[in-house]
């Protein structure tokens, strides 16, 4: 009869060691040894060992009781009985316990107490009061004890003995450091042991904290963390330790970085609902876990193929990339291409047409996965996943390829904008099946770049440097290579497509030859207009008449004689067109001359300096030009308290370019000086001009009929000039002649109002009436003609205003005297509307006359308007 306690130890060792069942042996003395454990209480452990064996077919399993035999290192596992009570087949998996050593007794006990214990008794909380005095320090001491003496190493077991070249105890990148740390506080060993570890850990000091908060930072954070770790290493490396740090260890510590690394990106993308949340809330942590992953291995490929190959410790061994982090990338981007092509979709088709045909559930398939755990075990899943998608992706792309064609020569046909536009559905075109569908249009495109890049060519074979644009502020030299590199850059646009989605078109070769010939020629060009700046800025440098280089012991400015004392800096203008070019020829990666960075570097440390006072020339020189005729002695005195800075005594002359501090103060008083003068202009401006508003009001108003109102006006005209005087601090006299001109301005004004009024002044006279009667058989007027004509004259000088005086912003007082009437022997012509009514009412009271015979009584006629 079998026994079922038997089988289900052996179902567990076969199941642990992963030995199949029909390659399981095992022997006499192991059978005992089961025996006993199974029906001795006092037998508490049974061990079962796999022996070394050269028949392949038959794996060899001995059972022994306790660990009398253990090696460490030998494919092991162990059973511990937790009570005295026989062992049945039903309380045999509650009575037993399984656990293996795979390691070290050490390294056993250590990842045991830190990933089952410490989290269960310690960090949860929850089992930890179970625990009596101090046990959970003791926990956590035998933890941090245990972790130390891995770091030292277990090949040497001597106290205060340390073994660097057993990097098992070495997990993570803060195991390193401490590491470092310890040995460099340890005793009992040797001075140079410990001179070694110090120069070690000042490498790594840096960046210890931030090793141990590197789960917590955010993806920015990240990809600055790796510049620091790279700097950290490279420290570590090239350190003048001896002997100097070991590459075996190294390349273990660029593993675990590289791991840390992984793991903190994958982390953080896992935590994203990468296939339901919207792309704009995805896109952007994708792309930077994505730069995390490229940029550390392009830090350690750089160290260890190019910078590490010329140091004294030289790396000797194969440039390191982590396979796991490229892996890690590789995935990143396959996800980000496809929610971007998912995000192209989305905007491409119409919402009828995206629930027709269920684009929203195309990734379903990826539901159950989790994206960004890659290891080689995920890949099938993976595989599986996005053969289900594509198949679901077919009919939709058939789709999307109709609306592409639509859209893609639509608008343009500009080759460099349907570039453009190809681009922006790139993704899109990366699909087999759309980039298929697509190969007329794709065609066309690749047709129009080959022209395109002829017309280039022929543009580089007839280039005339006579016909450059002008180019503010920039040589002849410097505007070749700025229109070289335009040219470059509206080539290498045109040539994007032909790496991308043309590349698979039978003519993609030919155009790219084409291409690669055009970018040869234009780097000719370049390096041609770069050799020849250069010579032309050092023969400038060379010949000492020349202003771009900078004389250091030269006053800072000076007057101009040949330009009428003219305030001039002696910072030339060729030297600043120098500092832009060499900032632009920077930027395209030129490589400067030694002698024209000296020159340049001069000119920047100045710069700003000679800016400032090239401002504050530009202000004194044009400064009578900004000023109002009638303004100029307003600003006398600002402007005269302005020029004493220029003068010997305020020490303009001993200002020199070497003599920072003095430079620095000067161009400070300078500007200031500049900024008061300026203000003071800048207020009498908008002074003249708020008065200038204020007597333009005064052409609308009446001078006849609004008196009071021009009384107004010119109060307020006298409050906005008075107060112009007094903000910029003028003198009264100083503004007599701004005065005056306001003075003849109002006077204009009000002599063509005076004018106006008189003309018009019929239409603002009472209505006078007269009546028509019959006396004495005559018709006649009542009042008469004459004490009508009379009546008139008198209401007209009512209006007019025998004496009406004005007194100007000046005081000026220009006299306006009222006209007497024709009776006084006046002037008749300012009164041509009344003599013109007279002349037409006389010949009508002549007419009147014949009417009286006409035998009308005598009676008063009607009432007629005058």
Same mark, same amino acid.
């Given at each position: ?11 567990? #060792? ?39 064996? %050269? ?52 390294? +056993? ?52 003995? &340390? ?10 990148? #803060? ?13 009992? /060993? ?38 620091? /770790? ?20 190294? !390349? ?79 995935? #990143? ?27 929203? %559930?195309?990734?379903?398939? &990826? ?28 009919? #939709? ?22 570039? =453009?536009?190809?681009? =922006? ?12 569908? $697509? ?67 039978? %003519?993609?070769?030919?155009? +790219? ?90 000119? !920047? ?5 000679? /800016? ?15 000023? !109002? ?5 307003? /600003? ?13 005594? +305020? ?13 620095? %103060? ?180 002549? $007419? ?19």
């Amino acid at each position: 009869m079998n026994d079922p306690r038997k089988e289900y130890i052996v179902q567990c #060792i076969i199941s642990v060691l992963n030995i199949p069942r029909n390659e399981f042996r095992s022997n006499t003395t192991s059978n005992t040894c089961l025996e006993k454990f199974l029906d001795h209480p006092n037998e508490k452990v049974l061990q079962a060992v796999e022996n070394d064996s %050269s028949d392949t077919s038959k794996r060899t399993v001995t059972l022994q009781l306790g660990f009398s035999s253990y090696m460490e290192g030998v494919p092991e596992m162990h059973f511990i009985k937790t009570s005295y009570e026989p062992l049945t087949e039903g309380n045999i998996p509650r009575l037993v316990m399984i656990s293996s050593l795979r390691m070290s007794p050490v390294r +056993s006990l250590f990842y045991n107490v830190r990933e089952v214990f410490m989290p269960l008794l310690v960090e949860s909380g929850k089992e930890a009061d179970g625990l009596e005095g101090r046990l959970t320090d003791c926990l956590v001491e035998l933890d941090a004890g245990l972790n130390a003496s891995l770091r030292r190493g277990l090949r040497n077991r001597n106290v205060g003995d &340390f073994e660097d070249s057993d990097v098992s105890g070495i997990v993570t990148p #803060i195991d390193e450091v401490r590491f470092w740390e310890e040995l460099k506080n340890a005793t009992g /060993v040797g001075d140079s042991a410990v001179d070694r570890a110090t120069k070690f850990s000042e490498a790594l000091s840096p960046i210890a904290s931030d090793l141990e908060e590197m789960s917590k930072k955010t993806f920015a954070q990240l990809l600055e963390f790796t510049d620091n /770790v790279m700097e950290a290493v490279d420290g570590l490396w090239q350190s003048e330790a001896t002997p100097a740090y070991p590459a075996a260890r190294m !390349l273990h510590f660029l593993r675990i970085l590289s791991g840390a690394f992984g793991r903190c990106v994958q982390s953080r993308l896992n935590s994203l609902n990468v296939w339901t949340s919207s792309f704009s809330q995805v896109s952007k942590h994708i792309r930077e876990g994505h730069k995390v992953c490229e940029r550390w291995n392009e830090i350690t490929l750089d160290l260890t193929d190019v910078q590490w190959r010329s140091t004294e410790n030289t790396w000797e061994g194969e440039a390191y990339k982590d396979h796991f982090l490229s892996n890690l990338a590789t995935r #990143i981007q396959e996800v980000s291409q496809l929610r971007g092509q998912h995000d192209q979709i989305l905007k491409l088709l119409s919402e009828e047409e995206l629930k027709a045909m269920q684009v929203e %559930s195309c990734f379903e398939p &990826f539901a159950k996965l989790s994206a960004f755990s890659y290891n080689e075990y995920t890949v099938p899943a993976w595989l599986s996943a996005l053969g289900d998608y594509e198949a679901r992706m077919a009919p #939709i792309e058939a789709r999307v390829a109709e609306r592409l064609r639509a859209e893609l020569f639509a608008k343009t046909s500009n080759p460099a904008q349907t570039v =453009r536009v190809f681009q =922006r559905y790139q993704d899109l075109l990366e699909r087999k099946n759309i980039r298929e569908s $697509l190969t007329n249009e794709r065609e066309r495109l690749l047709t129009e770049l080959d022209d395109f890049l002829g017309r280039v060519q022929s543009e580089l074979e007839t280039f005339d440097p006579n016909n450059l644009p002008a180019g503010r502020g920039m040589s002849l030299h410097a505007r070749k290579m700025v229109w070289v590199e335009h040219f470059r850059s509206k080539a290498d646009l045109a040539a994007r497509p032909l790496a991308g989605f043309l590349k698979d078109l039978h %003519s993609a070769g030919k155009v +790219s030859g084409t291409y690669r010939k055009v970018r040869a020629e234009l780097k000719e060009y370049r390096n041609k207009a770069y050799k020849d700046w250069c010579e032309e800025v050092e023969s400038q440098l060379r010949d000492p008449e020349d202003p771009i280089a900078l004389e250091m012991n030269s006053r800072v400015m000076d007057f101009d004689t040949a330009q009428q004392g003219a305030l001039k800096i002696t910072y030339s203008e060729r030297l600043i067109e120098l500092v832009k070019e060499a900032r632009v020829f920077e930027q395209m990666g030129c490589n400067i001359p030694s002698k024209v960075k000296a020159a340049v570097q001069d000119g !920047l440390k100045f710069y700003r300096f000679a /800016v400032q006072l090239k401002q504050v020339c530009n202000f004194y020189n044009t400064l009578s030009a900004e000023l !109002l005729p009638s303004q100029k002695l307003m /600003v006398l005195q600002p402007a005269l308290a302005f020029e004493q800075l220029f003068n010997e005594k +305020s020490g303009m002359k001993k200002v020199q370019w070497n003599k920072l501090d003095q430079l620095e %103060s000067f161009t400070r008083h300078v500007k200031e000086g500049a900024e008061r003068l300026r203000g003071v202009n800048r207020r009498l401006r908008n002074g003249h001009s708020q008065v200038s508003q204020e007597v333009i009001q005064l052409a609308n108003i009446s001078l006849l009929r609004q008196r009071d109102q021009w009384k107004q006006k010119l109060t307020q005209i006298q409050k906005a000039i008075d107060a112009t005087i007094g903000a910029c601090g003028c003198q009264v006299a100083d503004a007599k002649p701004w005065k005056s001109h306001w003075d003849y301005q109002i006077f204009k004004i009000m002599e063509v109002q005076y004018r106006f009024g008189l003309e018009s002044l019929n239409e603002n006279l009472p209505e006078m009436k007269a009546d028509l009667i019959l006396a004495q058989k005559q018709l006649k007027l009542k009042p008469p003609l004459e004490e009508l004509k009379t009546l008139y004259f008198k209401e007209d000088q009512v209006l007019h205003l025998p004496t009406f005086t004005i007194q100007g912003p000046g005081g000026c007082c220009p006299r306006v005297q009222g006209h007497a009437g024709p009776e006084r022997g006046g002037d008749r012509g300012g009164f041509p509307e009344g003599e013109r009514l007279v002349r037409e009412g006389a010949p009508a009271a002549e $007419l009147l006359r014949p009417m009286a015979g006409g035998g009308h009584d005598a009676r008063e006629g009607p009432g007629v308007g005058g």
